[in-house]
C-alpha cells in the first residue's frame, strides 16, 4: 500500500502506516493507522489514529518528540517529558512500521519539514531537509571534536590549501571529465561538498542534477560559488546538513566525495562515504573514489630516530630554575614516540617492498572501518637498523571509460596528505632476506581518528631460520590524531640505499659510543622507561 499525504485548508498532513506499537507494552500494534501532522490549539502535533479505534489515538507535541530511523522501514518516535542540564528523559514513545523505504523516507521528511517551521524556523530545500534528531554521527563523534572538524573546514583559508593540492584536485577534475559517460543525466551527491568544487565539476561533466551536501558553515561559501556561476548551479542544490540526517527525494547514480584523511582513514568520514552509499545511491552504482589501498612499509631514518629521541632530553635537566624535571622525562619520551611523522620521505629509505592493505567502497560495511587489523610481512633487501613503518595510501576512480588512481606515495609528486611513519621507541636490527613480520592493529575513537597499535619482529634468518623463531620485538602505541608535522625539515638522502644503510649503521655507532662517555646509563634507562620491547631468542 503507498504513502497517502495530504495537506488542506486547516494546514495539516496525514500519512498512512502498516503499524505503530507502544514501546512499553508488548504485542500491541493496529492493523491500519493513519499518522496526521495537524496544528491542535496552535501547538503542532503528531497524531497516530488506529481506525478500529478512534479512542486509542496517540499524541505527540512536535516540539518535544523526536524521530530516529531503525531501518529502513522502521522508525521509533519518542516524547521527550523533561531536560536537566544535558541530560534528558523521555516519557514514551512508539515503533513505526512502514512498508516500504519509500514511505519511511517520505515520512521522514514530513516530520522534519513540520518540526523546523515550528521550533527552528528553518529553510525547507526543495529535495530533502537536515534532520534534528540524533543522528548515528552524533553517538560514535564526541561534540567537541566534531565542533572543532566543522569549524576547521568551514573555513576558505583551509579549503584553499586542498584546492590548491593540485595533484589532488587536477586527478579529481581528470577522473570526472575522462568519465563523462558515467555523469551525463545522472543525479549525483557530493559527499561532505565542502566549497562544492566536485559538485561543479560533475555539472562539467554533465549531470543532470548534483545535491551537495555539506555540514560545516562552509555550505554557505558553496552557495555563493555556485550562484557566481549560473551556468552550472542551476543543477546543483547545496544541502547544509551530515550524510547521516538529510534525507532527499531521489536516489543518485553516482556519489563523489573526498574523504580521505592521513594514513586514508583519519578524520573517520570514510564512514560517512559508506552511510551515503546506504542511505542513497542506487544499486550498482558509481562510487567515485571507488577503492583506497594503504601501503606499509618498514624503514631506516636514524636522524629521523635522533631528532625525536632528543627532544625528551630536555627533561632530563635536574636544574631547571632550581627544579629538577628528570620525573618527567620517561613520560616525554614517550609521548614524542606516540605520535606519529607526517612529511614527504625519499623511498630510498624502505628496507623492503611494500604491503597494501584494500578498502572497497562499494562494498565495505561502515562498522569494518571501526577497528581494522592488518598481518605484516616483509624481507628486508638491506642490512640496517628499521625504525618504525611508513604508511601511504592512493585510491582509484573506476570509470567506466578511464580509471585513474590519485596516490600519496614517495617519488610521488607531493600532496597535502603527505605520507606517515610510525617510529618505535626500540629499533630492531635486520640483515639482507630476513624476514620481519607484525601487525598494525588500528581502532577508531570518538575524537574522529584512531589509535595505532604497531608491532615489528625481526625473524631467525639463516641456519635454522625454517625454525621461524623471532629475534627481536618492537613495539608501539601512537595517535594519528596528535601527529607530528615535520613539514618544514630538509629531506635530502643522496646515497644509494646500501650506501645510505651504511652510514646510518656508523653514524649511529658514532652517537652510541659519545652517549656511553658523557652518560650512556640515561639514555639506556630512558628506553627501558618508556615500555619499548625487546625480546632477545
Keep these: 500500500m503507498e504513502v497517502s499525504a495530504r495537506q488542506n485548508k486547516q494546514k495539516e498532513q496525514d500519512f498512512l502506516v502498516a503499524s505503530i506499537s507502544q514501546l512499553s507494552i508488548s504485542n500491541s500494534t493496529s492493523p491500519r493507522v493513519v499518522a496526521k501532522f495537524h496544528y491542535d490549539s496552535g501547538v503542532a502535533e503528531l497524531r497516530f489514529d488506529p481506525e478500529s479505534d478512534p479512542k486509542a489515538s496517540v499524541h505527540f507535541d512536535l516540539h518535544t518528540s523526536r524521530l530516529f530511523k531503525l531501518s529502513q522501514s522502521e522508525s521509533v518516535c519518542i516524547s521527550e517529558a523533561s531536560e536537566t542540564d544535558k541530560e534528558k528523559s523521555y516519557s514514551r514513545g512508539i515503533s513505526i512500521q512502514f512498508r516500504n523505504e519509500e514511505e519511511s523516507r517520505n515520512f521522514h521528511c514530513a516530520f522534519e519539514q513540520w518540526k523546523k517551521e515550528v521550533v527552528v524556523q528553518g529553510s525547507d530545500f526543495p529535495n530533502g531537509t537536515a534532520s534534528s534528531s540524533q543522528s548515528k554521527f552524533d553517538d560514535k563523534i564526541e561534540a567537541s571534536s566534531a565542533k572543532m572538524y566543522f569549524h576547521y573546514y568551514g573555513q576558505l583559508l583551509h579549503q584553499q590549501n586542498m584546492?590548491?593540492?593540485?595533484?589532488?584536485?587536477?586527478?579529481?577534475?581528470?577522473?570526472?571529465?575522462?568519465?563523462?559517460?558515467?555523469?551525463?543525466?545522472?543525479?549525483?551527491?557530493?559527499?561532505?561538498?565542502?566549497?562544492?568544487?566536485?559538485?561543479?565539476?560533475?555539472?562539467?561533466?554533465?549531470?543532470?542534477?548534483?545535491?551537495?551536501?555539506?555540514?560545516?558553515?562552509?555550505?554557505?561559501?558553496a552557495r555563493k560559488l555556485i550562484d557566481g556561476n549560473p551556468s552550472l548551479g542551476e543543477r546543483i542544490t547545496v544541502i547544509k546538513g551530515k550524510v547521516e540526517e538529510v534525507e532527499l527525494r531521489e536516489k543518485a547514480d553516482i556519489l563523489i566525495s573526498e574523504p580521505m584523511g592521513t594514513l586514508l582513514v583519519?578524520?573517520?568520514?570514510?564512514?560517512?562515504?559508506?552511510?551515503?552509499?546506504?542511505?542513497?545511491?542506487?544499486?550498482?552504482?558509481?562510487?567515485?573514489?571507488?577503492?583506497?589501498?594503504?601501503?606499509?612499509?618498514?624503514?631506516?631514518?636514524?636522524?629521523?630516530?635522533?631528532?625525536?629521541?632528543?627532544?625528551?632530553?630536555?627533561?632530563?635537566?635536574?636544574?631547571?630554575?632550581?627544579?629538577?624535571?628528570?620525573?618527567?622525562?620517561?613520560?616525554?619520551?614517550?609521548?614524542?614516540?606516540?605520535?606519529?611523522?607526517?612529511?614527504?620521505?625519499?623511498?630510498?629509505?624502505?628496507?623492503?617492498?611494500?604491503?597494501?592493505?584494500?578498502?572497497?567502497?562499494?562494498?565495505?560495511?561502515?562498522?569494518?572501518?571501526?577497528?581494522?587489523?592488518?598481518?605484516?610481512?616483509?624481507?628486508?633487501?638491506?642490512?640496517?637498523?628499521?625504525?618504525?613503518?611508513?604508511?601511504?595510501?592512493?585510491?582509484?576512480?573506476?570509470g567506466s571509460t578511464v580509471q585513474r588512481w590519485l596516490t600519496t606515495g614517495p617519488g610521488a609528486p607531493t600532496t597535502h596528505w603527505y605520507q606517515l611513519r610510525c617510529v618505535l621507541a626500540q629499533?630492531?636490527?635486520?640483515?639482507?632476506?630476513?624476514?620481519?613480520?607484525?601487525?598494525?592493529?588500528?581502532?577508531?575513537?570518538?575524537?574522529?581518528?584512531?589509535?595505532?597499535?604497531?608491532?615489528?619482529?625481526?625473524?631467525?634468518?639463516?641456519?635454522?631460520?625454517?625454525?621461524?623463531?623471532?629475534?627481536?620485538?618492537?613495539?608501539?602505541?601512537?595517535?594519528?590524531?596528535e601527529p607530528y608535522y615535520r613539514l618544514s625539515q630538509p629531506q635530502a638522502y643522496p646515497l644509494p640505499q646500501d650506501q645510505q644503510s651504511n652510514q646510518l649503521l656508523q653514524t649511529q655507532d658514532i652517537q652510541i659510543q659519545a652517549q656511553d662517555e658523557e652518560?650512556?646509563?640515561?639514555?639506556?634507562?630512558?628506553?627501558?622507561d618508556s615500555g619499548a620491547e625487546l625480546h632477545s631468542l
Design 163 to 221: 584546492m590548491q593540492d593540485y595533484v589532488r584536485t587536477g586527478t579529481y577534475y581528470a577522473a570526472v571529465m575522462e568519465n563523462r559517460v558515467d555523469f551525463v543525466g545522472r543525479v549525483v551527491v557530493d559527499v561532505g561538498a565542502g566549497s562544492g568544487i566536485l559538485s561543479l565539476f560533475a555539472a562539467q561533466a554533465g549531470a543532470r542534477h548534483v545535491y551537495a551536501v555539506e555540514a560545516s558553515e562552509m555550505a554557505e561559501y
Design 266 to 398: 583519519n578524520e573517520r568520514m570514510l564512514e560517512s562515504y559508506i552511510i551515503a552509499r546506504d542511505r542513497f545511491l542506487v544499486p550498482n552504482g558509481k562510487m567515485f573514489p571507488t577503492i583506497g589501498r594503504i601501503h606499509m612499509a618498514p624503514f631506516s631514518d636514524e636522524y629521523l630516530y635522533m631528532e625525536i629521541a632528543n627532544k625528551a632530553l630536555f627533561w632530563q635537566q635536574q636544574n631547571y630554575y632550581g627544579v629538577n624535571l628528570a620525573p618527567l622525562q620517561s613520560t616525554a619520551f614517550q609521548g614524542y614516540f606516540s605520535q606519529p611523522v607526517v612529511d614527504a620521505f625519499d623511498p630510498r629509505l624502505l628496507v623492503a617492498p611494500a604491503v597494501s592493505h584494500v578498502i572497497d567502497f562499494t562494498s565495505t560495511k561502515e562498522e569494518d572501518l571501526y577497528e581494522i587489523d592488518i598481518p605484516l610481512k616483509f624481507v628486508s633487501t638491506v642490512g640496517t637498523r628499521v625504525h618504525g613503518l611508513a604508511c601511504w595510501f592512493d585510491v582509484l576512480f573506476d
Design 427 to 481: 629499533p630492531i636490527y635486520v640483515m639482507p632476506g630476513q624476514e620481519i613480520v607484525g601487525r598494525l592493529h588500528m581502532v577508531s575513537h570518538k575524537a574522529q581518528s584512531y589509535t595505532l597499535h604497531l608491532t615489528l619482529s625481526a625473524k631467525m634468518w639463516g641456519p635454522g631460520a625454517e625454525q621461524g623463531g623471532i629475534l627481536q620485538t618492537s613495539s608501539g602505541k601512537l595517535d594519528l590524531k
Design 519 to 528: 652518560g650512556s646509563d640515561l639514555m639506556q634507562q630512558t628506553l627501558q
